[in-house]
Structures are given as structure tokens and as C-alpha cells.
């Protein structure tokens, strides 16, 4: 399938139709554009949003999910290229160690691994469900613990304050929400909705612009995000064709790619990089966390 969506209007045709399409990922089949769920995909514009009351609805239709064998697909994620760019951000003195998050553009180990890329498993044959309905992200030293965040229908972000005297009011920029929620030092988790597959920013809303995480709604749950070892394991998958996918969400043109698999019980190794090329992968912005702006109106899918 082929899929033309403003949410993702950096990238090409074909990678958007690898990262949102559903026909044949292993996932229910795509909602009817003009549907109330199509309507849930348009472009993260709140002025297009349903309350966030919506946002917790089961998938649908109802699958059954597989329940043959599976694989674990693991890996390293490296990037090549230029290095990365300094950002434009000033940390102030109570939030110094946040520059080792946000101070470059992306995140890379010693020997080239990536932090903070998206891994995603796809078109293979049969659902698979989420593990648990919540993506846990916690808040400490003025940074959340994750620059990238990946969820499927069903989950939603849940949000919690490490800190011992700092409060923080997190944000999730294209979720209409329904009120200001304070994350108050240790105090009990917040639940933030999204308003269905697309495409979100993480804010922080108490005058600490760097404090950013890139949300993806994604219509399967095969994905993984890599930490500063560049590591990732995606546990679950049929066995069977596949592809992956690879994506940094911070470069100006979500920098991807992909491959053919074939999964087979038990590890399937399969190491992945990206080259970043500094003139054309840097946002206009220099951190990557504007919001394009762009019309409000639901993804169209057609067959190919």
C-alpha cells in the first residue's frame, strides 16, 4: 500500500507507508478514510483533535492476536556522517545536566551507536498486541528519560516526577487535553492520552523549551527505541518475511531506513545504520522539536 499523509510530510512516500501503514504489518486493517478513526489519524493539529477522553479506545476491528512462533529481532543501530549538531538551547544552572541530552542534535556512544532511534518490525503476517497498556516515562534532572517514545492503539503514555523538589508540567503537543496536569517531586504517575496513530511532541511547559520527546503513534507494537549502547530487541514477531525499519526522528527528514528479514525462532540478529549528512538532515530550528505546520486532514490509503 501506499500512504500520503501530512503527519509525515518530510519523508518520502514509501518510507511513510512503511512506518504508518497497516494493511500488511501485522495489524488491523487500516480505517475507512472519512471514519471516525481515520479522523483520529489527521495531522497533530489540536484545533483537529476530539477530547482526549477518545483516545483510549481498543483497537478496532477485533483481531485475534497470533498465536504461532515468534522470533526476537535484536540489534545495534550506528550513524556515520557529519557529527551532530550543537542545538541552540541554554541550560540554565538547576537543569545543567540536561545538556547531555539535549545539547546535540541526536545522541551517539563511543563507537558510533545511536540513542534515541525508533525500531520497528513490519509486514509480517498476523497482530500482535502490546505487552502492557502504559509506556512508563519518568522526569529526573530536568530531562524525561526518553528523546523518542513509540506506542500502538491501546497504550498510553504514563508520566512520573523522580525528582525531589522540582515540578514540571508535561505536555503532549497534538492531544487535546482536557486540563494542566502538574508533575509534582515523587508524586504519583500522570496518564497522557494520544488522539490515535500520528505523530506527537512531549513538552515541558514550566519555561524549559530543550525538554522534548518526539511521539509516535504507530499502528503496531513490534518497536523498539535504542538507548545510548544503540541497542534494541523487539521480542514476538512471527516468524516469517518482515521488514525493519529504522528512524531518527530528530533530523529535519526523520532519517530511515529498512530491509527485508526473514524471522526465525529464536534471536535474529540484525545491526542497522544511518549517515547523517548535516546540510540536508538539520531542522530549520536546530533541535528538530517545531511542529511542521501543516493542513489538518486524515491519511489516505490506497492499494497498490
Known amino acids: 500500500m501506499t500512504l500520503s499523509s501530512p503527519l509525515f510530510s518530510r519523508l518520502t512516500m514509501g518510507a511513510a507507508a512503511l512506518w504508518l501503514g497497516g494493511c500488511s504489518n501485522g495489524t488491523p486493517p487500516e480505517p475507512t ?26 483497537p478496532e476491528p477485533s483481531v485475534k492476536p497470533y498465536e ?9 543501530v550506528t550513524i556515520k556522517g557529519d557529527e551532530a549538531p550543537v542545538t541552540p538551547f541554554d541550560f540554565p544552572d538547576n537543569c545543567a545536566a540536561a545538556a547531555g541530552m539535549y545539547g546535540k ?42 528523546r523518542s517514545i513509540a506506542l500502538t492503539d491501546d497504550q498510553y503514555l504514563e508520566i512520573r516526577n523522580l525528582d525531589s523538589g522540582t515540578s514540571y508540567i508535561p505536555h503532549l503537543d497534538g492531544a487535546r487535553l482536557p486540563s494542566t ?58 516468524v516469517g518475511k518482515a521488514k525493519i525499519n529504522v ?12 530491509k527485508d528479514i526473514e524471522v526465525k525462532e529464536g534471536d535474529n540478529v540484525v545491526d542497522l545504520e544511518l549517515t547523517f549528512d548535516a546540510k540536508r538532515d538539520t531542522p530549520d530550528d536546530g533541535h528538530g522539536g517545531t511542529k511542521p505546520k501543516v493542513p489538518a486532514q486524515p491519511p489516505i490509503a490506497t492499494p497498490d
Open 33 to 58: 478514510p472519512g471514519s471516525a478513526t481515520a479522523a483520529a489519524t489527521a495531522s497533530a493539529a489540536p484545533s483537529a483533535a476530539p477530547s482526549a477522553s477518545s483516545s483510549a479506545a481498543k
Open 68 to 76: 504461532g512462533p515468534t522470533g526476537v529481532v535484536k540489534g545495534v
Open 105 to 146: 542534535l541526536f545522541r551517539v556512544g563511543q563507537d558510533g551507536q545511536l540513542a534515541d532511534a525508533i525500531v520497528a518490525v513490519t509486514h509480517y503476517k498476523g497482530f500482535v498486541p502490546p505487552k502492557q497498556r502504559a509506556v512508563e516515562i519518568t522526569i529526573k534532572d530536568c530531562q524525561y528519560s526518553q
Open 181 to 238: 496536569n502538574v508533575a509534582i517531586p515523587q508524586g504519583p504517575s500522570l496518564r497522557m492520552d494520544t488522539r490515535g496513530r500520528g505523530r506527537y511532541w512531549l513538552r515541558d511547559q514550566m519555561t524549559r523549551p530543550f525538554m522534548m520527546a518526539h511521539v509516535f503513534h504507530f499502528p503496531y507494537s513490534t518497536t523498539a527505541v535504542t538507548g545510548l549502547d544503540g541497542r534494541f530487541s523487539i521480542e514476538g514477531v512471527p
Open 247 to 258: 528512524m531518527l526522528p530528530q533530523t529535519k527528514t526523520l532519517l530511515s531506513v529498512s
